[in-house]
């Protein structure tokens, strides 16, 4: 799932058990870093191994908070494969 407005200190670990404490079914959690400062983003991902605790954290998680913010959860989307500078890439024959 995807988890928005995260609090510049929140890492990996605290978002994951932020999660864990509630549904154990919780796989890990990815918290979005710049590449050039390392810096959050403010963004993340959590993944669950059992469908319908994924579900009811997207409900019962929404607006809980992680460390100093209320967190916004929705469903992850998929990357948009993208050819070379932003361009859509070329459909697979």
């Known amino acids: 799932i995807f988890v928005g407005d ?4 929140v890492t990996d670990y605290l ?4 999660f864990r404490a ?3 079914s919780v796989r890990g959690a990815k918290v979005v870093t710049d590449p050039n400062t390392a810096r959050s983003k403010g963004y993340g991902f959590v993944k669950f191994s059992d469908e319908n605790e994924r579900n009811r954290a997207m409900t019962e998680m929404n607006g809980v908070y992680c460390s100093t913010r209320p967190m916004r959860i929705s469903a992850a989307t998929p990357k948009k494969t993208t050819g070379a500078y ?3 890439a070329a459909p697979v024959p």
Do not use: V
């Open 6 to 9: 995260l609090a510049p200190d």
């Open 15 to 18: 978002l994951q058990e932020t």
């Open 22 to 24: 509630h549904y154990p």
């Open 86 to 88: 932003g361009a859509p």
